[in-house]
């Protein structure tokens, strides 16, 4: 696909590979991303790194410092920028305190829901608490410096669970949302850090049109008009829409984006056909999202044999968009 000029950032977000897949994963880099110019690759890490400052806190495959240091060694080698992400605010867990993995399984206080046995969808950290603040800030400066990251995806998508327990219930939830977020972008700023997180909540999603998933409709996004604008905005619409009017929204309100499409290949040209069209100058690339099993997507794209069955397609459709989009 022909992107216009000064879209210079190539993208892929994709799930941090398993311990023992990590040499496939370096394979893919020098085989797969570099051929095919890809430049900012966003590894979604989440808890899965064997922190020291926190170790109750690590989930499941904890990636080691050594596993990280291979991964940026091949993508330094071939000019890709390496960006670490956790999520830090929604998408803690599952539905069920019986989930609990990550900061919550270390620090289950830290539960925005206390109350509550069962939630909609993921639980939510406390944006209010302080002693939480201070402990992603150590998970977030940890993993930051063990990938010698100059951009932080710091996630905060999809978050339901807001304003939901005793000291937050009080506040608006754009207050608590753009507070927390502000707090993360200044201690990654004070390392000279960017900060990278995803646009949904930043977007009416009755006036766009896109819903309570791919925009909020819990009032969070009356929090943009307050955010550093230095924060570089993954606006992700996976949909087949009329128009993608969060285009025009972040470019008003003064912030640089990455487009984001996920599977479908038709959804994703239509995305960045309407993006092209209406681009007043902030857009810095495309960033396709994969959400998918990592070895078998790479597996896919380096047409390696697997006999292996997966709980879903969607590496399928995600390797054919890549393929529309960047080979
Ligand atoms: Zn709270």
Same mark, same amino acid.
């Given at each position: 696909?022909?992107?216009?000029?000064?879209?210079?950032?190539?993208?892929?977000?994709?799930?941090?590979?398993?311990?023992?897949?990590?040499d496939l994963f370096v394979r893919f880099?020098?085989?797969?991303?570099?051929?095919? +110019?890809?430049?900012?690759?966003?590894?979604?890490?989440?808890?899965? %790194? =064997?922190?020291?400052?926190?170790?109750?806190?690590?989930?499941?495959? *904890?990636?080691?410092?050594?596993?990280?240091?291979?991964?940026?060694?091949?993508?330094?080698?071939?000019?890709?920028? @390496?960006?670490?992400?956790?999520?830090?605010?929604?998408?803690q867990s599952g539905k069920t305190k019986?989930?609990?993995?990550?900061?919550?399984?270390?620090?289950?206080?830290?539960?925005?829901?206390?109350? $509550?046995?069962? #939630?909609? %969808? !993921?639980?939510? /950290? !406390?944006?209010?608490?302080?002693?939480?603040?201070?402990?992603? /800030?150590?998970? #977030? +400066?940890?993993?930051?410096?063990?990938?010698?990251?100059?951009?932080?995806?710091?996630?905060?998508?999809? #978050?339901? &669970?807001? =304003?939901? !327990?005793?000291?937050?219930?009080?506040?608006?939830?754009? &207050?608590?949302?753009?507070?927390?977020?502000?707090?993360?972008?200044?201690?990654?700023?004070?390392?000279?850090?960017?900060?990278?997180?995803?646009?949904?909540?930043?977007?009416?999603?009755?006036?766009?049109?896109? +819903?309570?998933?791919?925009?909020?409709?819990?009032?969070?996004?009356?929090?943009?008009?307050?955010?550093?604008?230095?924060?570089?905005?993954?606006?992700?619409?996976?949909?087949?829409? =009329?128009?993608? *009017?969060?285009?025009?929204?972040?470019?008003?309100?003064?912030?640089?984006? #990455? @487009?984001?499409?996920?599977?479908?290949?038709?959804?994703?040209v239509k995305f960045i056909e309407y993006?092209?069209?209406?681009? +007043?100058?902030?857009?810095?690339?495309?960033?396709?999202?994969?959400? !998918?099993?990592?070895?078998? @997507?790479?597996?896919?794209?380096? &047409?390696? *044999? $697997?006999?292996?069955?997966?709980?879903?397609?969607? %590496?399928?459709?995600?390797?054919?968009?890549?393929?529309?989009?960047?080979?």
């Open positions: 696909m022909i992107y216009p000029s000064a879209w210079s950032l190539r993208g892929l977000c994709i799930t941090a590979p398993k311990p023992e897949d990590v880099v020098r085989e797969r991303l570099a051929a095919d +110019g890809i430049n900012t690759l966003v590894l979604l890490t989440r808890y899965r %790194y =064997a922190f020291e400052t926190h170790p109750e806190c690590r989930a499941n495959d *904890p990636l080691s410092k050594s596993d990280v240091a291979a991964i940026k060694a091949a993508c330094d080698e071939n000019g890709i920028e @390496l960006i670490p992400k956790m999520n830090l605010l929604g998408h019986a989930s609990f993995d990550g900061l919550l399984k270390g620090f289950p206080q830290f539960d925005e829901t206390p109350d $509550d046995e069962e #939630v909609e %969808y !993921c639980r939510s /950290l !406390c944006p209010s608490d302080p002693e939480c603040l201070k402990v992603v /800030l150590d998970l #977030v +400066g940890e993993m930051a410096d063990a990938f010698g990251a100059k951009t932080f995806h710091i996630g905060c998508d999809e #978050v339901f &669970e807001i =304003a939901k !327990c005793p000291r937050c219930r009080d506040k608006s939830t754009a &207050e608590l949302f753009g507070g927390w977020v502000r707090a993360i972008h200044d201690f990654l700023a004070s390392k000279g850090i960017r900060t990278m997180m995803w646009g949904d909540r930043l977007l009416d999603g009755t006036a766009t049109g896109y +819903g309570r998933w791919e925009a909020s409709q819990n009032g969070t996004e009356a929090a943009i008009a307050d955010l550093p604008k230095d924060i570089l905005i993954c606006d992700w619409h996976y949909e087949n829409m =009329a128009a993608y *009017p969060s285009v025009e929204v972040f470019a008003e309100a003064g912030f640089d984006t #990455v @487009l984001c499409p996920w599977r479908y290949k038709d959804n994703a993006a092209k069209a209406h681009d +007043g100058g902030s857009i810095r690339g495309v960033m396709e999202t994969t959400w !998918c099993d990592p070895a078998a @997507l790479i597996k896919v794209l380096l &047409e390696i *044999p $697997d006999e292996k069955e997966y709980s879903s397609d969607n %590496y399928k459709f995600v390797a054919e968009t890549y393929r529309t989009l960047f080979m």
